[in-house]
């Protein structure tokens, strides 16, 4: 079975700071996916960044990057220089090579202080 | 390119009731998947539908029902509405036919059932 945990149900971070939000995952599959989105108040699911299970180099998008640690099972979300726009839910999620069934954490609320 | 849409945006319902949302994904996506979102049990995953077909399907009782047409649109159905199913429901589409794969979400619909 596929699990998703997030431990930090609310973060804080003062702005232009950097910040780390956790995700570690579980599957048996060798092939998968690690993907981030982010969730504003509105409710729409924005995709931040994707890491393939086979990538041997961290993903970066930008202000965002991937801390990816395949032995440890953890796919960390980095955002540097913090902007008050990056309050919002995030959600760490993973798909398997079954399709494209999302399995979803239960998400890190980030608030970024003026 | 056009995002994932769905409409309607906002629905309010009362018990008993049965509710249709449609989902129309990116052009050229044949995979649309739907969530369901609550503050008590985080993103559930629905149902995949492919190429018209049911793919996958998550644990939900059978008053939630969908479909795809030929044209990829999709639309999921609750019969038999319960105070429970007051959700954000998400679709996301998506180009892989086989995961893992990155999916693109729409705005939801938020349901109310009085």
């Known amino acids: 079975a596929q699990k998703i945990t997030q431990t930090q149900p609310g973060m804080f971070v003062q702005e232009k700071e950097a910040v780390t939000l956790d995700c570690t995952y579980d599957?048996?599959?060798?092939?998968?996916?690690l993907f981030w989105y982010k969730q504003p108040s509105s409710g729409e699911m924005i995709f931040l960044i994707y890491?393939?299970?086979?990538?041997?180099q961290n993903a970066t998008e930008g202000r965002y990057s991937l801390n990816f640690q395949k032995a440890r099972k953890s796919a960390n979300l980095v955002i540097s220089a913090s902007q008050l726009g990056d309050s919002a839910m995030y959600f760490c999620?993973?798909?398997?090579?079954?399709?494209?069934?999302?399995?979803f954490g239960t998400g890190t609320s980030l608030t970024v202080i003026p | 390119k056009a995002g994932v849409t769905q409409t309607p945006r906002y629905l309010i319902k009362t018990r008993g009731q049965q509710v249709t949302l449609s989902c129309s994904p990116i052009?050229?996506?044949?995979?649309v998947s739907w969530y369901q979102q609550t503050p008590g049990q985080g993103l559930q995953f629905l149902f995949e539908?492919?190429?018209?077909?049911?793919?996958n399907k998550g644990n939900f009782p059978g008053r939630f029902s969908g479909r795809q047409f030929s044209n990829s649109r999709s639309e999921m159905n609750v019969s038999t509405l319960e105070l429970g199913d007051s959700a954000l429901y998400l679709c996301?589409?998506?180009?892989?036919?086989?995961?893992?794969?990155?999916?693109?979400f729409g705005p939801g619909t938020r349901l109310t059932v009085l």
């Open positions: 539908y492919f190429s018209e077909t049911q793919r």
């Open positions: 890491q393939g299970s086979y990538d041997e």
């Open positions: 996301a589409s998506s180009f892989v036919a086989g995961g893992p794969g990155e999916q693109f």
């Open positions: 052009s050229g996506h044949r995979s």
């Open positions: 999620a993973m798909s398997a090579n079954t399709g494209n069934q999302f399995y």
């Open positions: 599957t048996s599959d060798q092939s998968y996916g």
